[in-house]
């Protein structure tokens, strides 16, 4: 069982290119969720989504773009790279959060993002 | 929205010595407190979750933390911590009928063999 699988791992790019990081969970979850982790900032919420069709902003969306077309896949989309958005990017999900087991939340491997 | 307190943000122990992690949250209703661990170069991992019932939870590697709905705190405790405890510890809060988990900080755990 894969569970939540995330690439690249790393990833350096110049200012203004874009990329995209891809997300896929093999746990037929409902939820996703996109983080970012910055030393000594803890995780902060990018973009969710409940379900395949659906997303909305997290905390700190500026700057980034996601979609949900299946179930399984969740990409995330750095449209103009910024130096504000080298970070660590973790994936999530979780299954429908209404059963006591739903709101456990499982996290990728992360990918070290570097813009320069 | 929720907010989630962590205190002493870079702990170093020595082998055997006791760890406690405070963890303080905002939200007054019902809520779901979990203890992630991250160890160094990998991914976070759930550590032990509260939904309802006993306020204290056994989680894995020794580890327990205790729910005290009047303080709004759910503090991480091991008796006697390894060096392979070493790690970040971030305390997170569910509220309900919130999907989102907010996250503290985190703790840096340093132990010294």
């Known amino acids: 069982n894969a569970g939540v699988t995330q690439t690249p791992k790393f990833r350096i790019l110049k200012i203004g290119q874009s990329m995209t990081l891809q997300c896929t969970q093999d746990m037929n979850h409902n939820y996703m969720y996109w983080y970012r982790q910055d030393p000594g900032m803890g995780l902060k919420l990018i973009y969710y989504?409940?379900?395949?069709?659906?997303?909305d902003k997290g905390e700190v969306p500026n700057g980034y773009n996601v979609s949900r077309s299946t179930t399984e896949d969740f990409p995330l989309r750095l449209e103009l790279a910024a130096p504000s958005q080298t970070s660590v990017y973790f994936c999530?999900?979780?299954?429908?959060?209404?059963?006591?087991?739903?709101?456990?939340?499982?996290f990728g491997e992360g990918s070290w993002l570097t813009v320069v | 929205a929720q907010s989630v307190s962590q205190h002493n943000h870079h702990v170093i122990l020595s082998e055997a010595a006791s760890l406690e992690l405070g963890c303080n949250y905002s939200?007054?209703?019902?809520?779901?407190l979990f203890w992630y661990v991250q160890y160094p170069g990998q991914h976070l991992q759930l550590l032990l979750k509260?939904?309802?019932?006993?306020?204290l939870v056994k989680g894995i590697k020794g580890f327990e933390a205790e729910f005290i709905k009047s303080k709004f705190s759910f503090n991480l405790r091991k008796p006697s911590v390894q060096w392979s405890d070493t790690a970040e510890y971030f305390c997170a809060v569910k509220s309900s009928g919130n999907n989102r988990l907010a996250f503290g900080k985190g703790n840096q755990v340093v132990v010294i063999p």
């Open positions: 509260y939904f309802s019932g006993d306020p």
């Open positions: 939200y007054g209703g019902t809520v779901n």
């Open positions: 999530a999900s979780s299954p429908n959060t209404r059963t006591s087991s739903g709101n456990t939340i499982y």
């Open positions: 989504s409940v379900g395949a069709g659906i997303t």
